[in-house]
């Protein structure tokens, strides 16, 4: 950890310690009598149409299981904030009467436990405080530390690869040729969406960067890749679009500044994961993230290719602690990402974006659509897992 300037980066300075104790935690209350149940045991949360119910509201600084249970009678999904909304975990796509397992590290602070029924708006707020001081440094097994850097050295080399990217779309932007900027803006977004939990978990930047036009309101203004987007792909112009341009350029580079302070954790590479696939499901298959351009497909590979490295990293850690998940997952890796693949497209054929290596999300049909969705709900449960068996170390 090497300090930086991050007065200099709003809302930064927490963020840092709170991913760095988060690396540092154990699991001090797994003393209980049998060695995988937490002496506290879960903390049932109520997720309902018009309450968010939290059964203990005070709890020590350590590692969390909440138990999400929808009461709701739409999907729901629920997130703990830290201050300034910084996501420390969520759970998205919890059906009505389902239930769903989310664990976190929380050193000392306030957040909010937020249920979100129909997984838009601000959600139903529940304040929780955590008190004490944060466990030691949890030593990790060989396997584990492996996986871990090695995820390090891949958020950092996409965080890179995004800083270029991005640098051909601005630029593009900046000259005034607006083909060339809608051919360099699909291979910009895809390494933003391989590290997307990662960029969620620093709080304001990744609306900045990431926002939907949804999200705007008087007093926040449309900015970041998405407003670039409607811009160039449905008014079909560049004016207006240098501002928004340069702040993106900014707020990318402040992102890898950021990146090279987080601390990562078998955990948070596990929740991450998870939470990958939930994007998948909520904002992909759906066409809702990408609605000008269509590029719809490469968001949806990007955040499979990131929760498939994060899965390659631990899996000879999840080999030793559960070998049928991971034979499970060494299926359906390969299912959808070769269902993925058929939707490839060239230039000339039919749905084909310049820029993109795959199809417009116009080009698929319902059938199309319903297949992906299946694919994606198949590979979720699964995926679900790692985070238990990884925390349970
Ligand atoms: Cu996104």
Redesign the pocket.
């Known amino acids: 950890m090497k300090p930086l300037d991050l007065t200099a980066l709003a809302g930064s300075a927490a963020a840092l310690t709170l991913l760095l104790a988060g690396c540092g935690s154990s699991d001090t209350s797994s003393t209980g009598a049998n060695g995988d149940t937490k002496a506290d045991g879960p903390i049932a949360v109520d997720a309902g149409d018009k309450k968010c119910g939290v059964a203990t509201t005070d709890l020590p600084a350590g590692r969390h299981t909440f138990k999400v249970t929808s009461s709701s009678s739409q999907v729901t999904e629920v997130y703990v904030y830290a201050d300034g909304d910084r996501i420390v975990g969520e759970v998205e796509n919890i059906g009505p009467a389902t239930s769903r397992d989310l664990i976190v590290d929380l050193p000392a602070g306030t957040y909010e436990v937020t249920c979100k029924p129909g997984m838009v708006g601000n959600g139903i707020r529940t304040k929780i405080a955590v008190t004490g001081a944060e466990a030691p440094a949890q030593t990790l097994d060989q396997n584990l530390q492996a996986a871990v850097d090695s995820y390090r050295t891949y958020v950092e080399t996409e965080t890179r690869a995004l800083i270029d990217t991005t640098k051909t779309f601005t630029d593009a932007i900046a000259a005034g040729d607006l083909d060339a900027a809608k051919t360099a803006y699909p291979t910009a977004r895809l390494h933003y ?1 391989r590290i ?1 939990p990662i960029a969620e978990s620093f709080g304001d930047l990744d609306p900045l960067i ?1 926002m939907r036009i949804d999200d705007a309101t008087d007093g926040t203004p449309f900015v970041g890749f998405h407003a670039l987007e409607q811009l160039l792909f449905e008014k079909g112009t560049l004016d207006g679009a240098k501002p928004l341009a340069s702040a993106l350029t900014t707020n990318v580079a402040k992102l890898a500044e950021l990146v090279k302070t987080v601390e990562f954790t078998p955990l948070v590479m596990g929740n991450g994961a998870k939470s990958l696939l939930d ?1 998948v499901a909520k ?1 992909k298959v759906t066409g809702e ?1 990408e609605r000008y351009s269509r590029i719809d497909l490469v ?1 949806f590979a990007g955040n499979v290719d990131g929760a498939k490295y994060v899965y390659t990293a631990l899996r000879p850690a999840l080999e030793e602690k559960n070998p049928k998940l991971v034979a499970t997952l060494d299926q359906r890796f390969p299912a959808l990402i070769s269902l993925l693949d058929t939707h490839l497209a060239t230039k000339g054929s039919d749905g084909f974006i310049p820029g993109s290596p795959y199809v417009s999300y116009d080009a698929l049909t319902p059938e199309d659509v319903k297949a992906l969705a299946v694919e994606v709900d198949a590979i979720s449960e699964p995926l679900g897992q790692i985070s238990g068996v990884v925390a349970a170390q």
């Open positions: 969406e997307e990431d994007e904002s993230e968001d």
